[in-house]
C-alpha cells in the first residue's frame, strides 16, 4: 500500500542549529500539507502546496521557517534557526484533492519527524 | 480561535463498552473527518461525512452529523485494546482545513 515517506523520524538539536525534514507523499498526489503537532494537541498547518506552488502559508512563521516543494513531487521543511519552541512533531501529509475541494480531501499521513531541541 | 472541538479530553472504557466522542464547530463547513492517531505515530484517517449527509458507517465506526446544531459525534462499538489512541475531528470550511485538539481513549483490557 502506497504511504507517505518522512525523514527523520527522530531529531536532537541545539537551539540555533539548523534542522531539515524531508516528505515524499503519495505518488499522483498533488497536494501535499505540512503540519506541526505539539504534544497532547492536534496537528496545525504550516504550509499547503498545490503541486510546486504554496497554497498557504499563513500560520508558518517565514523568519526562520522555509518550505519547498520544487519538482512538486517530495517536499523539505527547513528550521533556521531552531528554538526551544519548536520541539513539535512535523507530520507530512499528502491527498488527491485539495481539502477544500468538493470531492472531499482525505489526507494521508506520514509517521512524522519528532524534534526535539535542549 | 478555534473552530473544532472534541469532547471528552479523555475517555477510559473497558474493552467491549462502546465509545462516544463528540466534536462541536463554529461556522458552516463543507465536510467533517474523523482520524485516529496511535501514541508517537502519523494520523490514519477513520471517516468523511459531507455537509448533506447525517449518518455514515464505517465497520464498527458510527459517524452522525448535525449542522443544525454544529455537531458531530464517532461512536465506536464493542471496543477492544487496539481503539486506544487519539481521535481528531477535522472540519473542512471554505480554504481551510482544521483539527480539533483531540479526545484521548482508553480502553482496558
Known amino acids: 500500500e502506497a504511504e507517505v515517506a518522512q525523514s527523520p523520524r527522530y531529531k536532537i538539536t541545539e537551539k540555533s542549529q539548523a534542522v531539515a525534514f524531508w516528505c515524499d507523499p503519495i505518488?499522483?498526489?498533488?497536494?501535499l500539507y505540512w503540519y506541526r503537532q505539539i504534544l497532547g494537541q492536534g496537528p496545525e498547518l504550516l504550509v499547503q502546496?498545490?503541486?510546486?506552488?504554496?497554497?498557504?502559508d499563513s500560520q508558518l512563521p517565514k523568519d526562520r521557517f522555509s518550505a519547498e516543494r520544487l519538482k512538486g513531487v517530495d517536499s523539505t521543511l527547513k528550521i533556521q534557526p531552531a528554538e526551544l519552541g519548536d520541539s513539535a512533531m512535523y507530520l507530512c501529509?499528502?491527498?488527491?484533492?485539495?481539502?477544500?475541494?468538493?470531492?472531499?480531501?482525505?489526507?494521508?499521513f506520514g509517521e512524522g519527524s519528532r524534534l526535539t531541541v535542549l | 480561535s478555534q473552530q473544532g472541538e472534541e469532547d471528552p479530553q479523555a475517555l477510559s472504557i473497558q474493552e467491549g463498552e462502546n465509545a462516544t466522542m463528540n466534536c462541536s464547530y463554529k461556522t458552516s463547513i463543507n465536510n467533517l473527518q474523523w482520524y485516529r492517531q496511535n501514541s508517537g505515530r502519523g494520523l490514519v484517517h477513520l471517516i468523511l461525512i459531507r455537509s448533506n449527509e447525517r449518518e455514515k458507517h464505517s465497520g464498527r465506526l458510527r459517524v452522525t452529523l448535525d449542522t443544525s446544531k454544529k455537531s458531530s459525534s464517532l461512536l465506536i462499538t464493542a471496543s477492544r485494546a487496539a481503539d486506544t489512541a487519539s481521535y481528531f475531528c477535522?472540519?473542512?470550511?471554505?480554504?481551510?482545513?482544521?483539527f480539533g485538539p483531540g479526545t484521548r481513549l482508553s480502553v482496558l483490557p
Open positions: 502546496f498545490q503541486d510546486e506552488s504554496v497554497v498557504d
Open positions: 505518488s499522483g498526489h498533488a497536494t
Open positions: 501529509a499528502s491527498s488527491l484533492y485539495p481539502t477544500s475541494a468538493n470531492r472531499g480531501g482525505e489526507l494521508f
Open positions: 477535522a472540519t473542512g470550511y471554505g480554504q481551510n482545513f482544521v
